[in-house]
T-cell receptor, first 116, second 112 residues
Framework: NAGVTQTPKFQVLKTGQSMTLQCAQD?????MYWYRQDPGMGLRLIYY???????DKGEVPNGYNVSRLNKREFSLRLESAAPSQTSVYFC???????????????FGSGTRLTVV | AQSVTQLGSHVSVSEGALVLLRCNYS??????LFWYVQYPNQGLQLLLK??????LVKGINGFEAEFKKSETSFHLTKPSAHMSDAAEYFC??????????FGKGTLLTVNP
C-alpha cells in the first residue's frame, strides 16, 4: 500500500550513541516532516522539508539533524542521544496546493525510541 | 499565528452515547481543519477534513464535524459511541503555510 514507511519501529540506545531514523514516502509529496510525540504534549515539530533540497527547523530542533536525500526520503539523525530524546517519532508527508497542506498529512507508523 | 485548543484532555462516554470532542481554532487566514485519530501504539489516521466547501463534514467510522466560523469551532461528533472508538483524537489546523498546527489531543474512553 502507498504511504509513509519508517524504520526502525523500535530502538533502544545508550546515552551518547548516535542513530538515524529513516523515512520514505511513495506518494510523490513535496513536503516531509519529523515530529516527536510525548505524553501530554501532543505532537511537536522537529524539522521539516518544504521541498526537495530544503530543510528548516521546527519547534524542538536541538539535538537533531535531518537530510532530505531525495524527494522520497527524509532522515532524522540523533548525533549524541540523551534520555530526554526518549519519545515516539513520526514522519509525515503532504501534498502542497498553493503552498498549503490542504489535504493534511500522511503519517508513518512511528519509531519508539528509548534512550537509557 | 495559528493555534488549536482542544477542550478536555480526556472524555469518557458510555457505549451508545453521543461523542462530542471540542476544538476551537484561531487563524489569521481561512483555515483548513482536520481531525486525526490515533489508536494505541499506532500512527495518526485522517478522520475528516474541512477545506472551505461544505461546513458539515462527514468522515470515516460515522464521525462528522461542523465548521462554525462565528464560534471559531470545529467540534467532532458521533451519534453513538462504539468500543472501537476508544483512541486519542487530534484537531489540526492548516493555515497559510505548509505546516500544520496540532491540538494537544483528547483521549476518548468508551465504557461498556
Amino acid at each position: 500500500n502507498a504511504g509513509v514507511t519508517q524504520t526502525p519501529k523500535f530502538q533502544v540506545l545508550k546515552t551518547g550513541q548516535s542513530m538515524t531514523l529513516q523515512c520514505a514516502q511513495d506518494m510523490n509529496h513535496n513536503s516531509m516532516y519529523w515530529y516527536r510525540q510525548d505524553p501530554g504534549m501532543g505532537l511537536r515539530l522537529i524539522y521539516y522539508s518544504a521541498s526537495e533540497g530544503t530543510t528548516d527547523k521546527g519547534e524542538v530542533p536541538n539535538g537533531y539533524n535531518v537530510s532530505r536525500l531525495n524527494k522520497r526520503e527524509f532522515s532524522l539523525r540523533l548525533e549524541s542521544a540523551a534520555p530526554s530524546q526518549t519519545s515516539v517519532y513520526f514522519c509525515a508527508s503532504s501534498e502542497l496546493i498553493s503552498g498549503r497542506a490542504n489535504y493534511g498529512y500522511t503519517f508513518g507508523s512511528g519509531t519508539r525510541l528509548t534512550v537509557v | 499565528a495559528q493555534s488549536v485548543t482542544q477542550l478536555g484532555s480526556h472524555v469518557s462516554v458510555s457505549e451508545g452515547a453521543l461523542v462530542l470532542l471540542r476544538c476551537n481554532y484561531s487563524s489569521s487566514v481561512p483555515p483548513y481543519l482536520f481531525w486525526y485519530v490515533q489508536y494505541p501504539n499506532q500512527g495518526l489516521q485522517l478522520l475528516l477534513k474541512y477545506t472551505s466547501a461544505a461546513t458539515l463534514v462527514k468522515g470515516i467510522n460515522g464521525f462528522e464535524a461542523e465548521f462554525k466560523k462565528s464560534e471559531t469551532s470545529f467540534h467532532l461528533t458521533k451519534p453513538s459511541a462504539h468500543m472501537s472508538d476508544a483512541a486519542e483524537y487530534f484537531c489540526v489546523s492548516g493555515g497559510s503555510n505548509y505546516k500544520l498546527t496540532f491540538g494537544k489531543g483528547t483521549l476518548l474512553t468508551v465504557n461498556p
